[in-house]
């Protein structure tokens, strides 16, 4: 399995912007279909978004539409998810994931590698 670390959490303000990394170590990056997903307290873990293989493809979660943008650097075994407009309800710990299928199922369970998370935090 791959290896994933996030990066670049922190706090931002209402209205702000932040990019996240997630930067992999294994096999070849550009075999992996790369998820985001987060998971605020009492709260269940939810599908942010997600980018094919070839970076071709990308899929967004209807509240974060619009204002974020996921995508890829293979050369870099990397993803990034920026995320602009924030509001207080996408504070969460933000998770990516990896999985070697098709970019078929954005449920939590059909992704295999999972990175440590990074706590974002918007406040006004």
């Known amino acids: 399995q791959v290896q994933l670390v996030e990066s670049g959490g922190g706090l931002v303000q209402t209205g702000g912007s932040l990019r996240l990394s997630c930067a992999a170590s294994?096999?070849?990056?550009?075999?992996?279909?790369v998820g985001w997903f987060r998971q605020a307290p009492g709260k269940e873990r939810e599908f942010v978004a997600a980018?094919?293989?070839?970076?071709?493809?990308?899929y967004y979660a209807d509240s974060v539409k619009g204002r974020f943008t996921i995508s890829r650097d293979n050369a870099k075994n990397t993803v990034y998810l920026q995320m602009n407009s924030l509001k207080d309800e996408d504070t969460a710990v933000y998770y990516c994931a990896a999985k070697t299928n098709g970019l078929a199922a954005t449920s939590a369970s059909s992704f295999g590698s999972w990175g440590q998370g990074t706590q974002v935090t918007v406040s006004s």
């Open positions: 980018i094919s293989r070839r970076g071709d493809t990308t």
């Open positions: 294994g096999r070849a990056f550009s075999s992996y279909t």
